[in-house]
């Protein structure tokens, strides 16, 4: 049972938009910045987003994060079939001062 | 280039012990935060550990705690992590992952090494 909450699975079609959830708490996500991660199949992690909405150089403006209160999420415009990928959001719990992860939305661009 | 290149996995028997290595290039370990991300067959990430650029603050999940030491040779550029009485569910694909130093998120992460405890 992960600490933040995320849909195991989501699906759009190519050229679509899509947004993952992460819901969590006041000692996670409502004091603490957010991360998300893509993990392509076979491959190790990789930042997509990070302090809530901060995208790294070379990450496409087709991703964009937000953050409200204890939760956040990640969206994803104009679908490709490349994005078919497991996203992660990750944080900080100050409670447990403990690094924490969602338990992973598999994306499906149909 | 960044690159974090992890060593040491591979089989061992239940309660048995490992010593995982990440070598670091392309900056200097010494200025990061450090930590150990895993992830089981199948399964999501699972944070493992923390250490601060100054070793002042280690932190662990509560799955290792007890059982796992990291630790960082900055001279080698390399972080470790000591496993021992090693179980089942302690298989997984491990990571090391950089903290950035502008960013409260992962930056960079290694390709893995697999530790796999079986009898």
């Known amino acids: 049972q992960s600490v933040l909450t995320q849909p195991p699975s989501v699906s759009a079609a190519p050229g679509q938009k899509v947004t993952i959830s992460c819901s969590g708490s006041?000692?996670?996500?409502?004091?603490?910045?957010v991360s998300w991660y893509q993990q392509l199949p076979g491959t190790a992690p990789k930042l997509l987003i990070y302090?809530?909405?901060e995208r790294p150089s070379g990450i496409p403006d087709r991703f964009s994060g937000s953050k409200s209160g204890t939760s956040a999420t990640l969206g994803i415009t104009g679908l490709q079939t490349g994005d078919e990928a497991d996203y992660y959001c990750?944080?900080?719990?100050?409670?447990?001062?403990?690094?924490?992860f969602g338990g992973g939305t598999k994306l499906t661009v149909l | 280039e960044v690159q974090l290149v992890e060593s040491g996995g591979g089989l061992v028997k239940p309660g048995g012990s490992l010593r995982l290595s990440c070598a670091a290039s392309?900056?200097?370990?010494?200025?990061?935060?450090m930590n150990w991300v895993r992830q089981a067959p199948g399964k999501g990430l699972e944070w493992v550990s923390l250490?601060?650029?100054?070793?002042?603050?280690?932190y662990y999940a509560d799955s290792a705690r007890g059982r796992f030491t990291i630790s960082r040779d900055n001279a080698k550029n390399s972080l470790f992590l000591q496993m021992n009485s090693l179980r089942a569910e302690d298989t997984a694909v491990y990571y090391c992952?950089?903290?950035?130093?502008?960013?409260?998120?992962?930056?960079?992460w290694g390709q893995g090494t697999m530790v796999t405890v079986s009898s």
């Open positions: 992952a950089r903290l950035g130093s502008s960013s409260n998120a992962f930056d960079f």
């Open positions: 392309g900056f200097t370990l010494s200025s990061y935060n």
């Open positions: 250490i601060t650029v100054s070793n002042n603050n280690i």
């Open positions: 006041t000692s996670n996500i409502g004091n603490n910045y």
């Open positions: 302090d809530n909405n």
């Open positions: 990750g944080t900080w719990d100050s409670s447990l001062s403990a690094g924490v």
